[in-house]
């Protein structure tokens, strides 16, 4: 059976040794600057090139996370560090951003590109497209079945899949809650882990309804292997070497076919024990947990001997050596491992015995003392002439010269050269006077407030997929687009025989929240407009999203305006101007785990009382900020955007042409508490 890597996270070099050391086939780390876990020790250039080569002579690959959302005073700085990363030889970058992603495929033409979960590919559409953008790799969702897992590994690419470790209890790259709350972004790796404080779906008690339990799928190895995943990637470059240890070791075990040690693996890190809920397709409060105070000192009991684990060199490989010492010439000793490296050092000269001569019994003896090296003895043949003598310091010195040089080949043997070729960017398409007037675009919820509703100057209504089959649409318009749900595992031919029946009813737009929107909508020839899920926030990325069609784009909700100002547009560009940000979007619900659907109050609350509304899809909810994003009064500050985005849930017709009106005209005061967002805010 075809056995996948064992992928660790390494957040400093003491996990990194840990990880190769207990038997990962490769680890992921990050750098000092673009790296979703910033607040890791994480590695400096120097100490990057070293982690590499100390991957590459154990025969392990190194993946760089390059997986932020990026802005454009930045992408200098980027581009020399990709430029680094593939001079050192790395094995292949992990991304999020669509900027990044073209950046490095024209830097890098060859260079392997991994399609972070932060991209929230779910669906084999969004694989697809992620192929077509040139990633050899997806990391998957990790809100998964089985099932859905399976329907990804048949698209023709590598697959990576958690498989043990913390769970968000956002769909990774769509939450902004800690941004919201306190400019600490995750998708800029600085995640507060706001979840992890108090929520609660119960006005009053203080709760942890945000908490997951930590996932792991370490008994399931076997299946997920037969089923095609190419990688069983564990989570955790802010866990200590310890817990990187266990989880490798229990991966390791499962794959070989033993038992692995579940307990102390709980013991080294758990919330109140593990789930395996999204993969078996059971969510509800069973998956729920926190810290205890006895997952802790569980810990602190089997620090010591998972330290063991990694304290001592493993044995990677074989090594022969061939010695030839003759009088006159120069000792030569030649090293050979199991993979036909081979290599060849000169020593002294040797010298007449006066009492007893060198012989191979003595080469034995001292050519097998390789101590902390990664090779076992595997024998020593050659000549050596009577009567002479090699001191054994110098047998030692040709010992240690020729495993370092062996290691050297070792290393050349598995790192890349790649092509380093010129930031080819296509032109922009469209040179343009800044507007008179952003035009406006509406969000709804629901077509239910089309009664009453003035839509005389509104450019775009957008529309959840399943309000156009709605008795109270009234369509078709050509105003309209239409919004798939932005988490759609298991429903994806489902949504896309409606979207196909849709298209032939006359609606032409396409709201794209995720990739598998760009490429459903791409096939069935709607015209792409994209959304702020897509997380674009520099001029590459609008580039990128240019060259795959989209023709207009929502930034980023974490730009700040005087980082919109100075895009360079390639399409236009809007962002959204009103309503209640979704924070999170969540495939497990807080408030059914508590309540179930049907006493559902739709409500969290936090520990200063305020409360975020909750809104339900059928496979997901989104969790919405508690304030009200309001610009009306700020028109003049707001930069050169083409349109303005107003979001609305379950304002009334009246409401909202209140609000479209105060947007066409400007307001002279602001509503109480309402948020700026993080257009003056901005994030870290």
């Known amino acids: 059976m075809f056995k996948p890597e064992i992928l660790a996270p390494a957040g400093g070099f003491e996990a990194l040794e840990a990880a190769v050391k207990c038997g990962a086939n490769a680890v992921y780390v990050g750098g000092k600057d673009f790296s979703a876990r910033r607040n890791a020790a994480n590695f400096d250039n120097d100490e ?118 913390a769970l968000c209890m956002s769909v990774s790259g769509q939450c902004y809650m800690s941004a919201l709350i306190g400019t600490r972004s995750a998708n800029r790796g600085l995640c507060a882990q706001a979840c992890r404080l108090p929520f609660s779906a119960v006005e009053g008690k203080e709760r942890h309804d945000l908490s997951l ?41 499962a794959l070989d076919g033993k038992t692995p040690d579940m307990e102390t693996l709980r013991a080294v890190f758990s919330r109140s024990g593990f789930t395996d ?115 054994a310091s110098a047998f030692n010195d040709l010992r240690r010269r020729a495993v370092e040089e062996i290691d050297r080949v070792r290393i050349a043997k598995n790192t890349n050269n790649y092509t380093i070729g010129n930031i080819s960017l296509p032109p922009l398409k469209r040179q343009k006077e800044k507007k008179e007037k952003p035009d406006l675009r509406l969000e709804l919820f629901s077509a239910r407030v089309f009664d009453g509703l003035d839509l005389s100057d509104v450019q775009m209504v957008i529309l959840p997929l399943e309000e156009f089959f709605s008795k109270d649409f009234n369509g078709p318009c050509g105003i309209f687009a239409a919004a798939p749900p932005r988490f759609m595992a298991g429903r994806e031919k489902e949504i896309f025989e409606k979207l196909k029946a849709l298209r032939g009813k006359g609606i032409s737009r396409l709201y794209c929240q995720n990739p598998a929107h760009i490429k459903m909508g791409t096939e069935l020839g709607f015209s792409l407009h994209g959304g702020f899920g897509l ?75 305020r409360s975020f509304d909750i809104v339900c899809n059928p496979d997901y909810v989104e969790i919405l900020n508690s304030e009200t994003l309001f610009l009306a009064d700020k028109l003049n500050e707001i930069p050169d955007v083409d349109f303005l985005q107003l979001k609305f849930y379950r304002e009334s017709a009246d409401e909202i042409n209140r609000i479209c009106g105060l947007y066409r005209k400007g307001a002279d005061f602001a509503p109480p508490k309402i948020t700026r967002g993080l257009y003056y805010r901005g994030i870290r």
């Open 213 to 253: 339990k930590d996932l792991s799928l370490v008994p399931y190895l076997s299946e997920l292997a037969q089923m095609g995943i190419s990688s069983f990637k564990i989570e955790g470059r802010m866990k200590r070497p310890e817990y990187v240890a266990a989880a490798v070791s229990a991966c390791r075990a």
């Open 48 to 165: 990057l090139e070293a982690a590499v080569r100390f991957c590459h002579m154990r025969d392990a690959k190194l993946y760089l996370a390059v997986n932020t959302v990026v802005f454009d005073d930045e992408t200098e700085r980027l581009s020399k560090f990709l430029l680094h990363a593939a001079k050192i030889g790395v094995d292949a970058l992990i991304i999020q951003d669509f900027g990044t992603a073209l950046l490095a495929r024209s830097l890098l033409p060859d260079m392997p590109l991994h399609a972070s979960t932060q991209m929230t590919i779910h669906t084999p559409k969004g694989a697809e497209l992620a192929k077509e953008m040139g990633f050899s790799r997806i990391v998957a969702a990790r809100e998964l079945s089985k099932e859905q897992l399976a329907e990804l590994c048949n698209v023709g690419i590598e697959v990576e899949a958690f498989v043990h470790g």
């Open 535 to 609: 997380n674009v926030a520099n001029s590459l990325a609008l580039r990128e999203m240019s060259r795959l069609s989209v023709l207009d784009a929502v930034l980023s909700i974490e730009m700040k305006f005087s980082e919109i100002s100075r895009l360079d547009k390639a399409i236009p560009v809007g962002i959204i101007a009103y309503g209640k940000l979704p924070a999170m979007l969540a495939k497990n619900c807080p408030d059914k785990a508590v309540y179930g659907c049907k006493n559902c109050p739709q409500k969290l609350f936090d520990k200063t009382k």
């Open 277 to 391: 809920g999204y993969f078996k397709g059971k969510t509800g409060a069973q998956m729920f947990g926190i810290r205890e105070k006895e997952d802790v000192v569980s810990g602190n009991k089997v620090l010591p001997e998972l330290k063991e684990l990694y304290k001592k060199e493993i044995k990677k490989g074989k090594i022969r050596f061939e010695i030839n010492i003759k009088s006159g010439e120069r000792a030569r000793l030649c090293a050979f491992d199991e993979k036909g490296n081979s290599a060849t050092v000169f020593g002294e000269i040797p010298v007449a015995a006066i009492n007893r001569p060198s012989d191979m019994e003595q080469a034995e003896r001292q050519l097998s003392k390789l101590g902390d090296t990664i090779y076992e003895f595997d024998g020593v043949f050659g000549e050596i002439e009577p009567g002479i003598l090699l001191p």
